[in-house]
C-alpha cells in the first residue's frame, strides 16, 4: 500500500481531527470559551443553587442497665445521673422544586427520627425547615422553608430517560460542600434491593454511575438540560464508598408521592386487594401465554376492591389504563402510587381471552406502624387487622404480622409472618390502632403475647 506524502497525511490528521471535534460540538449541550472547548458550567450555574445542604440533628436514646436508674444503687456505687439521650448530628442534601413556597425535596431517610432540620442554601444562608410529610414506602420527603430569593429545579421527565443518557449526581459527599459528578444512566427499573441499609417498598430505581457517595442523599440527578430526573438515593458499595453503582428514585414516582404529602401530609394508597407473582416462561407456558410477561393473581382478598371488580385468582395482569405490567414489581408500583379511590381500567388475560375490566383502589388492610423509638423495634414489619379472610378471625382477637421483611429490626427481633399478636406488655389488642398506641406508650423492653400457628409465645423484646 502506498503511504501519503508526510505533508498530506498531516493535513489527512488535521481534517479528521476537526471533524471528531465538531461531531463532539454538535453533541454536546454547551460549547463555551474562544476555543470552543465543551464545558457544562453555563448550566450549572442555573441549576447548582437550587441544591441544599441538609443538617439533622436527632435525639436518640442511649441503651442502659435499669440497675442505673435505681438511686439507691446509684448513691451507694457513686454513679452520677447521666442523660439518657444523646445528640445525633449527619448531614445530607436536598433540592428546591418550588421556590415561591419553599418546598424542598429529600430523602425518607435522611430526616427520619430529626428533631430539627437546617437548610443551607448554596449562597450560604440557613433556614430552619418544616418538615410538610415523609414516605418510607418510596424514601422520599418534603420540607419547607421560609426564604426569599430561592432558585428552584424544573422537572425532567424521568420516564423517557435511556440507558446511555448522560446525566450529573449533585449533592453534598461527606458533608465537605456542594459537589457535581458525571455519569452516564447505567440500567432503569431498578427494583428488589437492599442497599445502604433502605429497602423501600416501591422501588423503580435509576442506576447511575455518576459517583455518590455518603451525604449525596436527598441530591439531585439532572440531565443535560439542567432538568430534574431522579433524587439521589442509594449506593451499593461494599465498604462504603463509591464504585460506581448509585440509585435514584425516578421523578416520575417522586412527584406524585410529593403532592400526597402537599396535600395529606402522608402519602394515601389505595389497593386492589389482591397477592401476586411475576409471571415465569413455566408458568407462561402452562398457561398458553405468548409471552413471560404480567402479574399472576394468585389469591383476591374477599370483600376487597378487586373482588368487588370481578378479579378471579388465575387472571393475568397485562395493563392499568393502557400502561404494561412487565412484572409483579411493576403492578406493585403503579397500585402502590395510586391514590385511595383511584379509577383504573384494567386489562387482563382469562382462559385465554384478553378482557377490560373496570376497578376503583380501596383502602389497604396493611399498616405500617407509625414511627416512634418504641416502634421503631417493628421496623420492617405490616400489620393488619384480624379480618374474615383469615381463618381465625371469629376465635382470636389480635393483630396479624402480614409481612417481615429480611434482616429488618422486626426479623432480628423474632416477629414472623403469620404471628398474630394478642396482647402488648400484657395489655391486650384488637386492631393495629390499638397495637401502635400500647407499643408507642411503653418506655423499654415490650413483651408481646403471640398466637404462632398452634402454640403460644410470650416473646420479649429489649
Not at 129 to 141: F, V
Not at 252 to 257: D, K, N, P, S, Y
Not at 352 to 365: D, L, V
Amino acid at each position: 500500500m502506498t503511504r501519503p506524502h508526510p505533508a498530506k497525511y498531516r493535513t489527512l490528521l488535521l481534517l479528521l481531527s476537526l471533524a471528531a471535534a465538531s461531531a463532539a460540538s454538535a453533541q454536546w449541550p454547551y460549547p463555551a470559551g474562544g476555543e470552543g472547548k465543551p464545558t457544562l458550567a453555563p448550566m450549572l450555574k442555573r441549576v447548582t443553587p437550587a441544591v441544599v445542604n441538609i443538617a439533622v440533628t436527632a435525639r436518640q436514646r442511649m441503651p442502659r442497665h435499669p440497675m442505673f436508674d435505681d438511686p439507691v444503687f446509684r448513691r451507694f456505687f457513686n454513679i452520677p445521673r447521666q442523660p439518657q439521650d444523646r445528640l445525633h448530628r449527619s448531614v445530607g442534601s436536598g433540592v428546591i422544586v418550588d421556590a415561591e413556597r419553599g418546598y424542598v425535596m429529600t430523602n425518607h431517610h435522611v430526616v427520619s427520627g430529626a428533631d430539627k432540620l437546617v437548610v443551607t442554601l448554596a449562597d450560604r444562608r440557613s433556614f430552619d425547615a418544616e418538615l410538610l410529610g415523609s414516605d418510607e414506602g418510596t424514601d422520599i420527603a418534603l420540607l419547607r422553608i421560609e426564604a426569599d430569593d430561592l432558585a428552584a429545579l424544573a422537572f425532567g421527565d424521568s420516564e423517557q430517560l435511556e440507558v446511555g443518557d448522560f446525566v450529573l449526581a449533585i449533592g453534598n459527599p461527606f458533608g465537605i460542600g456542594q459537589t457535581v459528578t458525571s455519569g452516564i444512566v447505567s440500567a432503569l427499573g431498578r427494583t428488589g434491593l437492599n442497599v445502604g441499609g433502605y429497602v423501600g417498598g416501591y422501588q423503580d430505581f435509576i442506576q447511575t454511575d455518576a459517583s455518590i457517595n455518603v451525604g449525596n442523599s436527598g441530591g439531585a440527578l439532572v440531565d443535560l438540560d439542567g432538568r430534574l430526573v431522579g433524587i439521589n438515593s442509594a449506593i451499593m458499595s461494599p465498604a462504603g464508598g463509591n464504585v460506581g453503582i448509585g440509585f435514584a428514585v425516578p421523578t416520575a414516582m417522586a412527584r406524585e408521592v410529593m403532592d400526597q404529602l402537599i396535600e395529606y401530609g402522608e402519602v394515601r394508597r389505595g389497593q386492589l386487594g389482591i397477592h401476586i407473582q411475576d409471571v415465569t416462561p413455566s408458568i407462561a407456558e402452562a398457561l398458553n401465554l405468548d409471552a413471560a410477561l404480567g402479574a399472576l393473581v394468585s389469591q383476591v382478598v374477599p370483600g376487597s376492591a378487586a373482588e368487588e371488580a370481578g378479579l378471579q385468582a388465575g387472571d393475568v395482569i397485562l395493563a392499568i389504563d393502557g400502561r404494561p405490567v412487565e412484572d409483579g414489581t411493576g403492578l406493585r408500583n403503579m397500585i402502590g402510587l395510586m391514590r385511595l379511590g383511584t379509577d383504573m381500567e384494567i386489562t387482563y388475560i382469562r382462559d385465554g381471552e384478553t378482557r377490560k375490566m373496570r376497578a376503583k383502589t380501596g383502602r389497604s388492610s396493611v399498616q405500617i406502624l407509625a414511627e416512634s423509638e418504641a416502634v421503631n423495634k417493628f421496623k420492617g414489619a405490616e400489620f393488619r387487622d384480624l379480618d374474615r379472610s383469615h381463618p381465625r378471625y371469629e376465635t382470636v382477637e389480635g393483630v396479624l404480622v402480614a409481612e417481615v421483611e429480611e434482616g429488618s429490626p422486626a426479623e432480628r427481633n423474632g416477629l414472623q409472618p403469620g404471628d398474630i399478636v394478642t396482647a402488648v406488655n400484657r395489655k391486650k389488642v384488637r386492631s393495629v390502632a390499638e397495637f401502635s398506641e400500647a407499643a408507642a406508650g411503653t418506655g423499654g423492653a415490650i413483651a408481646l403475647d403471640l398466637l404462632r400457628g398452634n402454640s403460644r409465645l410470650f416473646l420479649v423484646i429489649p
